[in-house]
């Protein structure tokens, strides 16, 4: 199997938060708390939460996916994370 030029470009961190931005996961907190070494993948493999973030900026600004603004229950706006066309597409390569 051949991997596009976009697949290649992305590294491990920006490939493990667009698959858990494909598979529903939301929010950046959520990225970060799976990928914690507490955390349900953390176990196996660690990413830090500035890392995690760092990632999630990288697949934004390549339009991986994107980032919108919504309520938070606590007053503060949350943002939401969803895949695009493209992202689900390279997403899918890496599932």
């Known amino acids: 199997m051949t991997r596009s030029r976009d697949t290649e470009q992305l ?7 667009l698959v858990l931005v494909a598979q529903g996961v939301e929010h950046g907190w959520a990225i970060g708390s799976l990928l ?9 493999w660690t990413l830090s ?3 995690t973030y ?7 600004e390549r339009g991986l996916i994107t980032r919108s603004s919504a309520p938070g229950s606590r007053g503060r706006e949350r943002s939401l994370l969803r895949i695009t066309a493209s992202g ?5 390569a890496h599932v």
């Open 54 to 60: 760092r990632a999630i900026d990288q697949l934004v």
């Open 88 to 92: 689900r597409q390279i997403g899918r």
């Open 11 to 17: 590294g491990l961190a920006e490939q493990a938060c």
């Open 36 to 44: 914690a070494t507490d955390g349900e993948l953390g176990r196996v």
């Open 49 to 51: 939460r500035p890392l």
